[in-house]
């Protein structure tokens, strides 16, 4: 049981460049997330999906695309990426549970960007 | 707009000894708060959660409680052993929406 799995695990861009993170959970789990987290500071929230076929933005969106591709895989992309965007990106699902959003997070993805 | 927000940055503590890690709130309609633990290069890790409408609960080795009057969390960590250090985060729920604090990092002298 993979729980929620990254990838990759590290990439540098050069500003401008685009790329996708990939996330995929295995627990059948209804929403996503995805959160950035920089040096020395909690996480915040970038885009979130509640359900199959939904997205919504979080408090950082700006940069930012999602694509809930079904109810496994949430997908994060950088169409031009910034400097500013340098960060550790943390996917995350949930089920609702007695009233707690608990949520299970992946590894992390380390991004650069030059 | 309404926070989460923790009052030390860093604790050490010796081992064996407890340690309790502060968190303060603001928004008053969260309905519950989590503690996650991140450990270096891993994503965060459930721990324990509360109610609002408890002041205390208890896992193992944990506890953690809420004071709604003062809007102030902690986490009670007994015995505290090397491989507790890591950076705690609280964090709320109000709704669907979880916001975390910003972490405080616990190191465990030997």
């Known amino acids: 049981n993979a729980g929620v799995t990254q990838t990759p695990k590290f990439q540098v861009l050069k500003t401008g460049q685009s790329m996708t993170l990939q996330c995929a959970q295995d627990?059948?789990?209804?929403?996503m997330y995805w959160y950035r987290q920089d040096p020395g500071m909690g996480l915040r929230l970038i885009y979130y999906?509640?359900?199959?076929?939904?997205?919504d933005k979080g408090e950082v969106p700006n940069g930012y695309n999602v694509s809930r591709l079904n109810k496994r895989e949430f997908s994060l992309r950088l169409e031009s990426a910034a400097p500013s965007q340098t960060s550790v990106y943390f996917c995350?699902?949930?089920?609702?549970?007695?009233?707690?959003?608990?949520?299970?997070f992946g590894a992390g993805s380390r991004l650069t960007v030059l | 707009g309404e926070s989460v927000g923790l009052h030390l940055p860093t604790l050490s503590v010796q081992e064996g000894d407890n340690s309790i890690i502060n968190c303060a709130y603001s928004?008053?309609?969260?309905?519950?708060f989590i503690w996650y633990k991140q450990e270096s290069g891993k994503g965060p890790q459930f721990i324990i959660d509360?109610?609002?409408?408890?002041d205390k609960r208890q896992g193992q080795r944990v506890t953690v409680l809420l004071n709604k009057t003062v809007k102030h969390l902690s986490l009670q960590i007994a015995a505290t052993q090397p491989g507790d250090s890591a950076v705690y985060f609280c964090a709320e729920i109000s709704g669907n929406m979880l916001t975390f604090g910003g972490g405080t990092r616990l190191m465990v002298k030997p």
């Open positions: 627990m059948n789990h209804n929403s």
């Open positions: 928004n008053s309609a969260s309905d519950y």
């Open positions: 995350a699902s949930s089920v609702l549970s007695s009233g707690a959003n608990v949520l299970t």
């Open positions: 999906s509640a359900s199959e076929g939904t997205t």
């Open positions: 509360i109610r609002s409408n408890m």
